[in-house]
């Protein structure tokens, strides 16, 4: 069964923090792809003497938001107008929301190696529905 096969992908880039007023400042994103949770992509953002924020982002909303704008709610992706090597990564929380520009290539990379490990329309195979199931329930949800 492919469930017990873990794969997991891992990548390190710079998304830039855009504020309204145009100040730009980099932030370090670890994005981590697991074949255990093969519909989302876990993004670590470090936000300097605060720590981190997690995010976790549906793979086919990454895969979209390169083409074309995609997203409701409190993830929107899509290419930036007038400069095709950028995408906007916008999200918002109760706490506050940010908007980065990434750069297209590195994360159409990553989301080529996540292909790799599990191909896309594969990724059921990869769900282990009774731990998903238990987790799930563990929540009280």
Known sequence: MM???HDTVLATMIFDLVAPAGVIAPVGVELRYDSRNPYEIAMKL???TDGQVDWVIARDLLVDGLI???G?????I???RGFPGLVVIEMSSPSGQAS???NADQL?????????AVAPGDEHRWMNIDEALSQ???HNL
């Open 136 to 138: 799930l329930l563990s």
């Open 100 to 102: 980065f520009e990434v």
């Open 72 to 76: 409701e709610g409190d993830v929107r």
């Open 108 to 116: 159409a990379g990553f989301l080529n190696d996540t292909y790799d």
């Open 68 to 70: 074309a704008e995609a």
């Open 46 to 48: 470090n936000v300097g």
């Open 78 to 80: 899509g290419p930036r």
């Open 3 to 5: 469930a017990n096969d």
